[in-house]
């Protein structure tokens, strides 16, 4: 096929294929950077922290569950 079309689409058709490559590339980096970018601006995820937020809703769950045993005896 490509020896059958003439030099100057030849070229023609090469430019425009390195091109798009590049341009996908470049735009694949930008989005890449980006996503990065979001990510390291998100609050940190502070695993002993949601624990420790839980442990304390489960204490005052059963103190809740104390007072109400207590009220009804």
Do not use: C
């Not at 425009?16 to 950077?33: E, F, K, N, R």
């Not at 998100?42 to 059963?62: G, I, N, S």
Request: no cysteine; glycine share 6%; proline share 1%.
């Amino acid at each position: 096929m490509w020896s059958r079309l003439n030099l100057k689409f030849r070229t023609h058709i090469t430019t425009t294929a390195i091109v798009l490559v590049l341009g996908g590339a470049v735009y694949g980096s930008y989005q890449g950077a980006q996503m990065i970018k979001r990510w390291s601006n998100m609050q940190p995820h502070v695993m002993h922290e949601e624990m420790e937020d839980f442990l304390y809703a489960k204490e005052l769950r059963q103190q809740q569950q104390i007072a109400q045993e207590k009220r009804s005896t």
